[in-house]
């Protein structure tokens, strides 16, 4: 059977939903959708693990929204167009949770292995000190703990609070769903946007540009590249809490620039 999914779903369930481009189905059976001339594109996607799932002619809010939220952690398309239409779904995430549309992990367990098999990605090691773990391409000025330090929301970076015993990067993840209230836990992975939009795009620029875009930026790659499993679950689950800056983070971080070490120094 066909289950019509996308935007042309999420229409019929909410008028002010964007205007679809094209009708896009889904099937565990291989079939193919002749559109015909002069009609709106029509699509398919087929695979054989969708027949897991109950599905309906039509895809409830919540089947389109759990579709939404297992696709967030990967960026589709070619280096042109991937984080426009990276932004364009998690603006359809954002719709979905200011309706209060339910998100269902039974769906998304079935969900995210297609998706994996599909756009494969490496994984990150956390199991690593930290001076390998941030030595990539980003040419950087200061100690990156120290960074973390310096917007830290207490007298002390949060990460701190959750790390393995005797290391660097690892962090306990029931520390973190478990042993912290909700506003500390976004508090904690709002410091990790900051630092990584400070290091990434403020500092290397002189901090000449838009705290804001920088900040969306990061957080993009928190989701795409940084965080893996639950930890990047949560992040799309709390997006639209999540999707802006709750303070002047540069100029606490200017603020604190006695905290700062120099790469020379660290």
């Given at each position: 059977m066909l289950t019509l999914i996308g935007s042309a779903a999420a229409k019929q369930h909410f008028p002010d939903f964007r205007e679809p481009k094209?009708?896009?189905?889904?099937?565990?059976?291989?079939?193919v959708l002749?559109?015909?001339?002069?009609?709106?594109?029509?699509?398919?996607f087929t695979d054989v693990r969708l027949a897991q799932w109950n599905?309906?002619?039509?895809?409830t809010a919540s089947?389109?929204?759990?579709?939404?939220?297992?696709?967030?952690?990967w960026e589709i398309g070619d280096y042109k167009v991937r984080s426009a239409n990276w932004r364009k779904h998690m603006s359809d995430v954002v719709f979905f949770q200011r309706k209060g549309v339910e998100f269902n992990r039974e769906l998304y367990d079935?969900?995210?292995?297609?998706?994996?098999?599909?756009?494969?990605?490496?994984p990150t090691n956390l199991k690593q000190n930290a001076g390998n773990f941030f030595n990539d391409a980003v040419v950087r000025k200061y100690?990156?703990?120290?960074?973390?330090a310096s917007i830290a929301y207490n007298d002390h970076p949060l990460y701190e609070d959750i790390l393995v015993p005797g290391e660097e990067v690892m962090v306990d993840s029931t520390k973190f769903f478990a042993g912290m209230d909700y506003e500390t836990q976004l508090q904690l992975v709002r410091e990790e946007v900051y630092a990584t939009a400070l290091e990434r795009i403020m500092i290397p620029n002189d901090y000449i540009g838009s705290p804001s875009q920088a900040y969306a930026w990061a957080l993009q790659r928190t989701i795409t590249s940084l965080f893996k499993g639950e930890w990047a679950l949560w992040t799309v689950l709390n997006y639209d809490t999540l999707a802006r800056p709750d303070c002047n983070y540069v100029q606490r971080h200017l603020d604190n620039k006695n905290l700062l070490i120099p790469l020379e120094e660290a």
């Open positions: 094209d009708i896009d189905y889904h099937s565990a059976n291989p079939c002749i559109t015909p001339e002069g009609e709106m594109r029509r699509d398919v599905w309906g002619e039509v895809a089947e389109l929204y759990t579709m939404k939220v297992s696709h967030s952690f079935i969900l995210l292995p297609i998706w994996k098999d599909i756009h494969k990605k490496n100690d990156h703990d120290s960074i973390h």
